[in-house]
């Protein structure tokens, strides 16, 4: 079945640095998601990337997809301690079963004040 | 308005009981998903309904566990004869998707649900 690795599991970071989780499916993709939850929450949706090779930026937040649909990052620019909770990407594979997300197991930020 | 809601927060149970676990979801939102998450892992698919019908229970381990949700809107996850690898974090999430379409889901709050 379909699988998504995601790397780095942990990251731990000072405030104002840069930070990077990368997500990586077995098959191609229709579409990828990234949530984020907190410590003790629940994952809440940031974006939904489609088309082949896209990129969006939600302020400091900047998502791509891979040209061959099967890798993605998120990409934080000076991290605040806002930003502390694990990270998730969720694929969703084409044909039929289009409607079922695949997580992968998250990357845990922690931020250094 | 309000978001997806779940009972009980917490359940402790022991090994061999039943449980159901409650999931509200949002107003109007056909679609409705029911994940199990371990510690230091991302939600794991088990069940998703469109409208009334179990349209994928593919995600569900084994025949203990069972889920309804026979008006479309509040559904209830079953599981018989409880297992300690049962205990985890059972969320739900809803969102306005049919199939073929995309968009995001929205996640519940979880059932903590602890085997002894």
């Known amino acids: 079945g379909q699988q998504v690795m995601q790397i780095p599991q942990y990251q731990h970071v000072q405030e104002g640095e840069d930070f990077t989780t990368y997500c990586n499916s077995s098959?191609?993709?229709?579409?990828i998601q990234w949530y984020k939850q907190r410590p003790g929450g629940h994952p809440v949706f940031l974006i939904q990337?489609?088309?082949?090779?896209e990129v969006k930026k939600q302020k400091r937040l900047t998502f791509q997809f891979g040209e061959a649909k099967k890798n993605s990052s998120l990409h934080i620019t000076a991290t605040q301690t806002t930003d502390v909770g694990t990270y998730f990407c969720a694929g969703r594979g084409s044909g039929g079963s289009n409607y079922k997300l695949t997580f992968g197991k998250g990357t845990l930020l922690t931020v250094n004040p | 308005g309000a978001g997806v809601s779940q009972t009980p927060s917490n359940k402790v149970t022991e090994k061999g009981k039943y449980v159901e676990l409650r999931c509200d979801p949002i107003?109007?939102?056909?679609?409705l998903y029911w994940y199990r998450q371990s510690l230091g892992q991302g939600p794991e698919f088990l069940i998703y309904f469109q409208g009334t019908g179990a349209a994928d229970d593919s995600g569900l381990p084994n025949d203990r566990f069972f889920a309804v949700r026979p008006e479309g809107s509040v559904s209830t996850l079953k599981i018989q004869r409880t297992e300690r690898g049962d205990s985890a974090v059972y969320l739900c999430?809803?969102?306005?998707?049919?199939?073929?379409?995309?968009?995001?889901?929205?996640f519940g709050p979880g059932t903590r649900l602890t085997v002894t």
């Open positions: 990337l489609v088309k082949s090779g």
């Open positions: 098959t191609t993709l229709s579409n």
């Open positions: 107003s109007g939102h056909t679609a």
């Open positions: 999430a809803s969102s306005l998707s049919s199939p073929g379409t995309s968009v995001e889901q929205y």
